[in-house]
């Protein structure tokens, strides 16, 4: 009996994994499609019907093409780090708060914390290792604003966990029952969305890879699969942010198609944001990660704080 609910979890996490790798590889076509759209041009549009297979064809050619590896890098931190981040990126996806037989605990938003926190190291290593100086300055620049906002991010949570009192993630769907969160946090809700802006690296805080002042950030010397390792990382945090911004702030987590478009939503808000912003000055962004955010979330954790004990 034990055997085969073991197999049937191995199962849950294969199918998991495939439906993030799809989910991510369309995000990028979406991507490139709304860029496109706002720039007023078609997008991918070659590639099968409406160029609805450009991603497949794009990863066909990453991970066939030659690795490249600097003569100078450090070898194994540096053919490791991509897989370790994306590994990282992929073990956050256990916290979806599943109402079946899957890995559901108590303590996903704890666990879920602490997998961000090592995604930092990946980037850091990836940066050094190149032993390029490009690479390491868009390390430090991308290590510096994800601890930053790493910061106020759990200060917003925990205003969050205040008001339903426990790290459980299900518990958000009991509690918005009849009003999302997002109607009594709305600051926190647009504080939490620019956090992850800065926490999954994307415009306007795109600092790592400032292509305009830097060549690339930290992933300056990876091609082929390392590159397409980081890339999937990246689109996958951006998906994971996306589904933990519906279940904190807009009704919590339930297996329905309303439920998919809001994910679909705020992933294409994501791309919106993209499309329509400039960067930001790196030392405004750090202005604005201490002497605004920090305050401002320790003002509402204390409010929220107060509220939990009156009611």
Same mark, same amino acid.
């Given at each position: 009996?034990?055997?085969?609910?073991?197999?049937?979890?191995?199962?849950?996490?294969?199918?998991?994994?495939?439906?993030?790798?799809? &989910?991510?590889?369309?995000?990028?076509?979406? @991507?490139?499609?709304?860029?496109?759209? $706002?720039?007023?041009?078609?997008?991918?549009?070659?590639?099968?019907?409406?160029?609805?297979?450009?991603?497949?064809?794009?990863?066909?050619?990453?991970?066939?093409?030659?690795?490249?590896?600097?003569?100078?890098?450090?070898?194994?931190? *540096? *053919?490791?780090?991509?897989?370790?981040?994306?590994?990282?990126?992929?073990?956050?996806?256990?916290?979806?708060? #599943?109402?079946?037989?899957?890995?559901?605990?108590?303590?996903? $938003?704890?666990?879920?914390?602490?997998?961000?926190?090592?995604?930092?190291?990946?980037?850091? $290593?990836?940066?050094?290792?190149?032993?390029?100086?490009?690479?390491?300055?868009?390390?430090?620049?991308?290590?510096?604003?994800?601890?930053?906002?790493?910061?106020?991010?759990?200060?917003?949570?925990?205003?969050?966990?205040?008001?339903?009192?426990?790290?459980?993630?299900?518990?958000?769907?009991?509690?918005?029952?009849?009003?999302?969160?997002?109607?009594?946090?709305?600051?926190?809700?647009?504080?939490?969305? +620019?956090?992850?802006?800065? @926490?999954?690296?994307?415009?306007?805080?795109?600092?790592?890879?400032? @292509?305009? @002042?830097?060549?690339?950030?930290?992933?300056?010397?990876?091609?082929?699969? &390392?590159?397409?390792?980081?890339?999937?990382?990246?689109?996958?945090?951006?998906?994971?942010?996306?589904?933990?911004?519906?279940?904190? #702030?807009?009704?919590?987590?339930?297996? +329905?198609?309303?439920?998919?478009?809001?994910?679909?939503?705020?992933?294409?808000?994501?791309?919106?944001?993209?499309?329509?912003?400039?960067?930001?000055?790196?030392?405004?962004?750090? *202005?604005?990660?201490?002497?605004?955010?920090?305050?401002? +979330?320790?003002?509402?954790?204390?409010?929220?704080? &107060?509220?939990?004990?009156?009611?």
């Amino acid at each position: 009996m034990f055997l085969i609910e073991y197999l049937m979890i191995f199962i849950g996490m294969i199918l998991l994994i495939i439906g993030v790798l799809i &989910g991510v590889a369309f995000l990028t076509l979406l @991507e490139r499609k709304v860029l496109g759209y $706002i720039q007023i041009r078609k997008g991918p549009n070659k590639v099968g019907i409406m160029g609805i297979l450009q991603p497949f064809a794009e990863a066909v050619k990453l991970f066939s093409k030659e690795n490249i590896y600097p003569n100078m890098s450090n070898y194994l931190s *540096y *053919y490791y780090s991509p897989i370790i981040g994306f590994f990282l990126s992929l073990l956050i996806w256990l916290v979806i708060p #599943y109402e079946m037989n899957f890995f559901f605990f108590s303590l996903g $938003i704890l666990f879920f914390l602490c997998c961000i926190s090592m995604g930092v190291y990946s980037i850091m $290593i990836a940066g050094w290792s190149s032993n390029s100086n490009y690479a390491l300055l868009g390390g430090l620049r991308a290590v510096a604003q994800t601890i930053s906002y790493e910061v106020s991010m759990v200060l917003i949570m925990l205003s969050s966990i205040l008001m339903i009192l426990d790290f459980n993630l299900m518990k958000f769907n009991y509690y918005q029952m009849y009003l999302w969160f997002i109607f009594i946090m709305f600051p926190l809700a647009l504080m939490w969305f +620019s956090s992850s802006l800065a @926490e999954t690296n994307r415009t306007p805080f795109d600092f790592a890879e400032g @292509e305009s @002042e830097l060549v690339s950030g930290f992933n300056v010397e990876y091609s082929g699969g &390392g590159f397409a390792l980081i890339f999937m990382a990246e689109y996958s945090s951006i998906l994971f942010m996306s589904l933990l911004f519906s279940v904190i #702030y807009l009704g919590g987590y339930d297996i +329905s198609l309303f439920f998919y478009l809001k994910l679909v939503f705020i992933s294409y808000s994501f791309i919106w944001v993209r499309g329509t912003l400039p960067r930001f000055r790196y030392d405004k962004l750090m *202005y604005l990660a201490w002497k605004i955010y920090l305050p401002l +979330s320790l003002n509402f954790l204390f409010f929220y704080l &107060g509220l939990s004990i009156i009611f």
